[in-house]
């Protein structure tokens, strides 16, 4: 009886523990997650790719002194992006449309020096 009780409590504990970290959407419609103690929304439109920055909040935040990169994995194809700040955003452009089911890796550095990775799915 005992053993049953113990496996039932890791049970519900492992499961509080992924509930936890929830993928939202973000104010553009965008999957969001946490990167460099920042929230970041991915946004894909055409060839360009923007990521936008949010604080805990979801106030967008200045990316003055941001930077970053992002591999865009597709159908085995690789492309790297450079990403460049613009007001709340870091951009890039891919050299060809961002086709559906894309996997995007972006690693990104905060003016503060905190640096982080994140994988999303356009």
Not at 34 to 63: C, L, Q, W
Not at 89 to 94: H, Q
Not at 101 to 106: D, I, P
Request: net charge positive.
């Amino acid at each position: 009886m005992k053993k049953i009780l113990l496996v039932a409590s890791a049970v519900l504990l492992a499961g509080s523990a992924f509930a936890q970290h929830v993928h939202q959407n973000g104010p553009n419609g965008g999957a969001m997650e946490d990167v460099a103690g920042v929230h970041v929304e991915m946004v894909a439109t055409g060839r360009t790719i923007s990521f936008n920055v949010y604080d805990e909040s979801n106030k967008p935040i200045p990316t003055k002194g941001f930077s970053g990169s992002a591999l865009l994995t597709s159908d085995g194809d690789r492309e790297t992006l450079t990403l460049v700040a613009t007001d709340n955003a870091l951009k890039g452009e891919a050299k060809k449309d961002i086709p559906k089911g894309t996997a995007v890796s972006v690693t990104l550095k905060a003016a503060d020096g905190r640096s982080g990775q994140a994988k999303f799915k356009n």
